[in-house]
């Protein structure tokens, strides 16, 4: 059964955002020309992962605090920037070892669906 999400031409520059779904709503978007969906909220301080963007590296950066988040497995590659940065490997190392639940996403003539 698949789930309609929106078209790619909707997604923003930032190659990422919100949609409401049958499983809640999800972080959706297109890195290195595969489609994802994952759980929205970043492992630290819960930032709203669909207010982030995709990075040259295909990740998914928290507009926190600039953590990355491998969108095909959930895992966290790389911890928390800036301020944070002392504490990226004990985030990575503890927080971070909770994946983001990902969604199986296909595309289909220009338009995202979630293949649930």
């Not at 953590?67 to 002392?86: C, L």
């Not at 639940?101 to 289909?108: A, D, H």
């Given at each position: 059964?698949?789930e309609r999400?929106?078209a790619?031409?909707d997604?923003?520059?930032?190659g990422?955002?919100s949609v409401?779904?049958?499983?809640?709503?999800?972080?959706?978007?297109?890195?290195d020309?595969?489609?994802?969906a994952?759980s929205?909220v970043?492992?630290h301080?819960r930032?709203?992962l669909?207010?982030g963007?995709?990075?040259?590296?295909?990740c998914l950066?928290?507009p926190?605090?600039?953590a990355r988040?491998?969108?095909?497995t959930?895992?966290?590659?790389?911890?928390?920037?800036?301020?944070?940065?002392?504490l990226?490997g004990v985030?990575?190392?503890?927080?971070?070892?909770?994946?983001?639940?990902?969604?199986?996403v296909?595309?289909?003539?220009g338009v995202?669906?979630?293949?649930?």
């Amino acid at each position: 059964m698949s789930e309609r999400l929106l078209a790619t031409a909707d997604l923003p520059d930032s190659g990422v955002t919100s949609v409401d779904t049958s499983q809640g709503r999800l972080a959706v978007g297109v890195a290195d020309g595969r489609p994802f969906a994952v759980s929205p909220v970043c492992r630290h301080l819960r930032g709203d992962l669909a207010k982030g963007h995709v990075a040259d590296d295909g990740c998914l950066e928290c507009p926190l605090h600039a953590a990355r988040f491998d969108v095909a497995t959930g895992a966290m590659v790389r911890g928390p920037q800036g301020a944070f940065k002392p504490l990226a490997g004990v985030v990575k190392g503890t927080m971070g070892r909770m994946r983001l639940k990902t969604y199986p996403v296909v595309e289909r003539d220009g338009v995202l669906f979630l293949d649930v």
